[in-house]
């Protein structure tokens, strides 16, 4: 059975930083590309970026929302997924989802950040 | 970016009734391939998205045909056919042809 667990997320002051991460499990995490989407209560996902697989050679690409201030990354012989948020904002306020997207996807419970003074 | 815009903002069933819901894309999301990359999600109250719909009508494992979904290049309907009170929560359009992928603002499905 795939899982995704997130964890990391709390209270975080405007312009500090933040690690996610994302336990994967249930299938070869090498073979997949892997995705952050993040929810403002209330609002649409937007999707923040992805990791591509190992046959792609773990490349990413970043939403130009957060291009240079988030960084996702991998850790492929603990299956894990992170994500580095730096000079955090109010408006990056959100649950934040792992997910392996494609014909059928798979989504984490997600993690709430809350970016506040 | 690619907008896309859905309509309604909300609607009001009676079970055993029909549903529909429309996305409108700023672009063509037919891709090279040959690929409408326009996608359907539902996400129940406190819960993750889930897909109901890849590539325009393909029905994700596991959701019932009761969800069906058809289109052009540009403009997509989500048809929710004898709606059931599990079917309550927001349904969002999104597309996965370049980046950033996006989605739209979501429409809140509720049973009269």
């Known amino acids: 059975e795939v899982k995704l667990l997130e964890s990391g997320g709390g209270l975080v002051q405007p312009g500090g930083s933040m690690r996610l991460s994302c336990a994967a499990s249930?299938?070869?995490?090498?073979?997949?590309?892997m995705n952050w989407i993040r929810q403002p209560a209330g609002k649409a996902p937007e999707w923040l970026g992805f990791?591509?697989?190992?046959?792609?050679?773990?490349?990413?690409e970043y939403n130009p929302s957060v291009k240079g201030r988030f960084t996702i990354s991998r850790d492929n012989t603990q299956n894990m997924l992170y994500l580095q948020m730096n000079t955090l904002r109010a408006e990056d306020t959100a649950t934040y989802y792992c997910?392996?997207?494609?014909?059928?996807?798979?989504w984490g419970q997600g993690v709430m950040v809350t970016v506040s003074s | 970016d690619i907008v896309l815009t859905q309509a309604p903002l909300s609607v009001s069933v009676t079970p055993g009734e029909s549903a529909s819901i429309s996305c409108r894309s700023s672009k063509s999301l037919l891709s090279s391939k040959g690929i409408t990359s326009l996608y359907w999600y539902l996400q129940r109250p406190g819960k993750s998205p889930q897909l109901l719909i890849y590539?325009?009508?393909n029905l994700a494992s596991g959701v019932p045909d009761r969800f069906s979904s058809s289109g052009s290049e540009t403009d997509f309907t989500l048809k929710i056919s004898k709606v059931e009170t599990e079917d309550v929560g927001v349904y969002y359009c999104?597309?996965?042809?370049?980046?950033?992928?996006?989605f739209g603002s979501g429409t809140k499905l509720e049973i009269k």
């Open positions: 249930g299938f070869t995490f090498t073979d997949f590309y």
């Open positions: 997910t392996r997207l494609g014909d059928f996807d798979y």
């Open positions: 590539q325009m009508s």
């Open positions: 990791i591509r697989n190992k046959a792609n050679g773990y490349t990413t």
């Open positions: 999104g597309h996965r042809l370049e980046y950033p992928f996006t």
